[in-house]
């Protein structure tokens, strides 16, 4: 009898055991992470960083403030700042020495979707003209943070590495 009533105490004691683990399990930051369970939305977002990334990064010496109007659609926060001091830096430079910027995204990883919020590592490839020089061709890499506002994502802060 005392065997059987010792034996039922390990089971009970096993078993919440067990669920303990299981709720661990279940709400670990990697089970929080849509980037790991929500294909459609890490498409979605990646596509949409890529993109924007790619078109702000991208300009000509005649097109510099649409490359600026745009980019005020897509950027927010820090990022907005940031690129408000970089293009504060490169204006003259562009038109006085005729530069292009091509940019395009090669590579985006979502490291993190949470709701409304995501972090990215994007790699880039861009092509410096200088008039009608050969083009200079040189790779970034991008981490990237974006919120949704209104179903579009905005990027908030960008660190180069």
């Avoid at 960083?49 to 980019?71: C, H, K, N, Q």
């Amino acid at each position: 009898m005392i065997a059987l009533a010792a034996l039922t105490v390990v089971l009970v004691l096993a078993g919440c055991g067990l669920l303990y683990r299981a709720q661990e399990l279940r709400s670990a930051p990697a089970a929080e992470n849509r980037a790991l369970t929500d294909s459609e939305a890490t498409t979605r977002v990646a596509d949409d960083i890529a993109d924007d990334l790619a078109r702000v990064f991208s300009y000509t010496p005649d097109g510099l403030d649409a490359t600026e109007r745009s980019a005020r659609t897509v950027l927010t926060g820090r990022a907005a700042r940031q690129y408000t001091q970089l293009l504060a830096r490169i204006r003259a430079d562009v038109a006085k020495q005729r530069v292009t910027l091509s940019t395009q995204a090669v590579r985006t990883g979502v490291i993190r979707l949470d709701g409304d919020d995501a972090r990215l590592l994007v790699f880039l490839d861009q092509v410096s003209r200088r008039g009608k020089a050969a083009g200079t061709s040189a790779a970034a890499q991008l981490t990237v943070t974006a919120h949704r506002e209104n179903g579009q994502w905005r990027i908030v802060d960008i660190i180069s590495r």
